[in-house]
């Protein structure tokens, strides 16, 4: 948004490149104030440097684009927070900036952008348009639920409503508010699924919300923060040249949120991660949420419960990371046990998946020796021991090896591997 909507609106830059100063004193192609470049240096995470801010294109761009990001997430819309950049925030007491527009429209009615000066009025249309929030597009104004109930109380008190009265109007309210709501709610529905739909196809091309069109005006503001992470994240993705990285934090978070709630995980649009993610991460998230969806909400909870309860009994403290590995061994586990859920899941498979989840088990050492450690601690790729493993069931996995490998006896490692993928399935 700031790139393609506020820098050419703002043309603080010559023909040949040369930094522009408009007749109120803002510099440079992001027109920052000088009062303010200090304030957005910080916000930039950019130590303050005046003759950068003055010459440098770069450095001059990185301060309006963290100032523009602060009014975004201040205010909680794209328009607003480009009222905000270009005639400030302002003070709702004195009426001043959009802060002030906001404070008049609540007191006299109207829309907050019917207050603004005619110059920010122009530049907030020119901003709109250049991200697709043409005329007849703007985002709907929401109802001020707490400013209907207030004028109600208002004028019961003024002219001394019936409690009959008083309660037919709210009522009337009431229905009014459901019926905006759900209209408000069926427009941002369509908006945000037409621009999701928009960003998937334009995949790793997509790094600016303008780029969506009319729709991207019509969202909330938490759906408008999706997809402008989205774009952000493909952008910042190209100008490092990184590819995601498998188990990085989006990958984590998302595994933690499919513990923690599976039925809630089961509803989340995984389309705006798709370039977050590695493609394997993501088709596996894509499969556990199609499992959930036609299945798997109960046993999911049984595992969860099961962690609940078994982590108090063997006094573990799990952190996010490795609650969601636990969760994700002991769901494989069951799996595997229930025909993919299609058998029941009883206590004792939910207790045996968190036994071999969080199985002890010994580790090649830093330098020499061996650690103990849980399963899942234990990183992708490396051997381990299990040390106690009953004698019957250690004979049985040996007879079985031999079998298959000419008589050679197998190493410690693999009979662990084979204890794990056979655990309380041996005779």
């Known amino acids: 948004m700031f790139t393609h909507g506020i820098v050419p609106i703002e043309g603080g830059t010559g023909k040949n490149g040369q930094f522009l100063t408009s007749p109120k004193g803002a ?11 200090p304030e957005a240096a910080k916000l930039a995470g950019l130590s ?59 007191a006299r009615g109207g829309s907050w952008r019917d207050y603004l000066p005619a110059e920010t009025k122009d530049y907030v249309e020119k901003f709109a348009q250049r991200i697709g929030a043409t005329a007849g597009n703007l985002p709907h104004d929401r109802v001020d639920e707490a400013d209907i109930y207030s004028r109600i109380n208002a004028l019961a008190e003024n002219e001394d409503w019936s409690p009959e009265r008083k309660r037919a109007a709210e009522e009337e309210a009431d229905r009014y508010v459901g019926r905006q709501r759900s209209l408000q709610q069926a427009r941002e529905s369509d908006a945000y699924d037409a621009a999701v739909s928009s960003a998937v196809r334009l995949g790793d091309d997509f790094t600016d919300v303008a780029q969506l ?35 990085n934090e989006t990958q984590s978070k998302l595994e933690l949120a499919r513990a923690l709630n599976p039925a809630e ?23 556990w949420q199609k499992q959930y969806q036609s299945k798997g909400g ?33 769901d494989k586990y069951v799996r595997s046990i229930t025909d993919g859920g299609r058998e029941k899941v009883t206590d004792d498979i939910v207790r045996q998946a968190w036994q071999r ?18 399963r899942y601690e234990v990183q992708p790729g490396t051997a381990f021991r299990v040390s106690d493993i009953p ?18 006896e197998p190493n410690d490692a693999q009979i662990a591997q084979i204890y794990i993928d056979r655990f309380g399935r041996f005779q």
Not at 65 to 73: G, M, R
Not at 74 to 91: H, I, R
């Open 391 to 408: 004698p019957g069931t250690r004979a049985t996995i040996v007879s079985a090896w031999q079998k298959t490998h000419g008589g050679q």
């Open 213 to 247: 069109g009319t729709s991207f005006a019509s969202m909330s503001p938490q759906q408008q923060l999706t997809l402008t992470n989205m774009a952000d994240a493909n952008r910042n993705a190209k100008i490092k040249a990184a590819t995601p990285k498998d188990g």
């Open 265 to 287: 995980f089961a509803r989340t649009d995984l389309r705006p991660f798709a370039n977050q993610i590695t493609p394997s991460a993501m088709t596996n998230l894509v499969e």
């Open 27 to 37: 510099i440079g192609p992001a027109q920052v104030m000088p009062g303010t470049a």
């Open 48 to 106: 303050w440097d005046e003759q950068k801010y003055r010459t440098d294109h770069g450095y001059n761009l990185a301060l309006g684009e963290a100032y523009y990001a602060k009014q975004l997430a201040t205010f909680g819309d794209p328009l607003m927070a480009a009222a905000a950049y270009n005639a400030g925030p302002g003070s709702a007491e004195k009426g001043t900036g959009l802060r002030g527009a906001i404070a008049k429209a609540k």
């Open 357 to 374: 989840a969080t199985l002890k088990v010994a580790t090649p050492g830093m330098i020499w020796g061996e650690r103990s450690q849980r």
């Open 298 to 330: 109960d046993f999911a909870e049984s595992i969860t419960s099961g962690i609940s309860r078994y982590s108090k009994i063997d006094g573990l403290k799990l952190s996010d990371g490795d609650y969601a590995k636990v969760f994700t061994d002991m």
